[in-house]
């Protein structure tokens, strides 16, 4: 699920409103009535709301899960390439791995010793 909610927190990112599951099936390699199904489950979690022949309207609540997730992520990715000098795509492929996974505890202590506040990629770590 939080491979899902990082695509749709890009999207939130980049201005685009709706995201649909031909968009999400590519980026995440997944089939496209596989895209659907997740997309419908995340807006029944009230992450927002499914239009048919659409795709997925992010809400407050779905856009605050989605930061918390991307946040981890990009803090991963940032202390992968900082301290091991890590190719940006590959610190993105292994923090992809952890970023669900890993706990809030620990994403603080690294928040806290390193302070970072953009990705290898250049994108900004949201608070
Ligand atoms: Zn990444």
Do not use: W
Request: charged share 30%.
């Amino acid at each position: 699920m939080h491979r899902y909610m990082k695509e749709i927190y890009r999207a939130y990112e980049a201005g685009i409103p709706i995201v649909g599951p031909t968009q999400i099936a590519k980026s995440l390699n997944v089939s496209k009535s596989t895209a659907y199904q997740m997309l419908k489950h995340l807006a029944q979690l009230g992450y927002g709301f499914y239009l048919e022949r659409k795709g997925f309207v992010v809400n407050k609540k779905g856009i605050e899960e989605a930061k918390k997730i991307m946040r981890k992520h990009r803090i991963l990715e940032s202390f992968l390439a900082d301290n091991f000098s890590m190719e940006a795509c590959k610190a993105c492929k292994e923090a992809d791995k952890i970023d669900g996974c890993i706990g809030d505890d620990v994403i603080n202590m690294i928040e806290e010793k390193f302070d970072y506040r953009v990705c290898p990629c250049g994108n900004t770590i949201p608070k």
